[in-house]
């Protein structure tokens, strides 16, 4: 891999940036939001979106050869996951690299701060792989989680910004209406009923307690959507009424949704920027715990949702409307810091597309110094 790699460094360097995923074949809102502006400001600047899902472990030597040609020939690769060749590989010192991850925080624990844990990683996997390595940048939602970032990380609080993901600007201005009909309309459901989606993480080699949940609702009442994290490999046998999404964004789901019950999932704080009722179903608190471990203590006052191990409780709260969206929008406020419309914008100027961006968009630099210094 090495010696391919030194021999496409000898490529030269394109105006081009490129945007790696291995979460999905469909391109992600953030790099959609990104490539769309970068396109917007810079026509001559190429955007690549590289969809890197394996679905056959064939075919990853493939995805790797194409990763490295374009990361030897960009000048700046923005990935939200782990990326074997970014920290693998010597780069070309003007290679700009980004980490945006693909959560806007963490409740959960992930990276380093779960090595050795039996959600966790391998100690010597990580080290082999140099996990986390080569970052100039990782992006966060808020100053909050920058010590969580680092840890998780293994990186320097300096290079951790609290620009918010281009998602922000997305939930706060996307046509929500528009969103809802299309899912509704696509669905055929009822427009008389609410919808309650339900979307938790995944445990690594456990089956997820779905059918318990999907038992409680009442279908006469409400619509349910359930989306599974896309590394959850649990078989949901029998799920009634209830509408098992593989054709959506979880985000855009939380918007066509009127209540949103989850667990240590970071769609926590898409929904609290949303301002959604939000409830906690937590059947295996104590072993998630153990087994993984939470920043976010579930026995503190913040968390913005009835917490409870019992899905009858969960759905008994819904149908009484017993949620404080208060407390959901005191959630947002700690850990959505930049809630400005231009977290795609902040994210773009860590790139320096050269000297005709600076002198077009210095006025845009200014804001973000001043607001970096701010906060």
């Known amino acids: 891999g090495n010696l391919i790699y030194t021999l496409l460094k000898i490529l030269p360097t394109m105006n081009k940036v490129v945007l790696i995923t291995r979460r999905s074949k469909k391109t992600p809102i953030d790099f959609m939001m990104l490539k769309e502006k970068i396109n917007y400001l810079y026509p001559s600047t190429k955007v690549v979106v590289l969809n890197h899902k394996l ?3 064939l075919m990853l030597p493939i995805h790797i050869i194409i990763e490295m ?8 690769a923005i990935m939200d996951s782990y990326i074997i060749p970014i920290s693998v ?22 990276g380093y701060a779960t090595l050795g844990k039996n959600e966790g990683s391998n100690n010597k ?15 966060c939602g808020s100053n909050e989680m920058i010590d969580n970032y680092s840890k998780c990380f293994n990186i320097d609080k300096s290079k951790i910004k609290p620009y918010g993901m281009p998602r922000v600007d997305y939930l706060l201005s996307v ?39 999907i038992e409680q609702v009442d279908f006469k009442k409400y619509n349910l959507i359930i989306k599974k994290h896309h590394l959850d ?33 970071a769609i926590t704080f898409e929904a609290a920027i949303l301002e959604k009722p939000l409830f906690f179903y937590v059947y295996d608190i104590k072993k998630y715990k153990k087994n993984r471990g939470l920043f976010i203590d579930y026995d503190s006052k913040e968390i913005p949702g ?15 409307d017993m949620y404080n969206l208060k407390k959901v929008k005191e959630f947002k406020n700690k ?34 110094i001043n607001f970096t210094s701010t906060n």
């Not at 996997?125 to 100039?136: C, E, G, L, Q, V």
């Not at 789901?253 to 209540?259: G, K, T």
């Not at 419309?341 to 002198?359: D, F, P, R, V, W």
């Open 69 to 76: 040609y374009h990361l030897a020939t960009s000048r700046s």
């Open 335 to 368: 850990y959505v810091t930049n809630q400005n419309s231009n977290s795609t914008q902040l994210i773009i100027n860590l790139i320096n597309l050269g000297e005709a961006y600076e002198k077009k968009y210095n006025k845009i630099d200014e804001k973000v």
């Open 233 to 265: 490999k649990s078989v949901i046998k029998d799920h009634g009424s209830a509408i098992i999404d593989n054709n959506f964004d979880v985000m855009n789901l939380a918007i066509a949704s009127d209540y949103i019950v989850t667990d240590y999932s």
């Open 55 to 57: 679905k056959f472990k």
């Open 175 to 213: 046509d929500k209406n528009k969103i809802k009909n299309e899912i509704y309309s696509y669905y055929n459901l009822d427009k008389t009923k609410k919808t309650i989606l339900y979307a938790p993480t995944f445990r690594k080699k456990k089956q997820i307690q779905y059918c318990k949940f």
């Open 306 to 320: 009835l917490i409870s191990s019992n899905p009858w409780e969960i759905v008994k709260a819904i149908e009484c």
């Open 125 to 139: 996997i990580a080290n082999f792989m140099k996990m986390h390595k080569n970052y100039d940048y990782v992006i």
């Open 89 to 110: 590989y010597k780069h070309k010192k003007q290679l700009k690299i980004i980490q945006i991850w693909h959560a806007l925080g963490a409740i959960k624990k992930f």
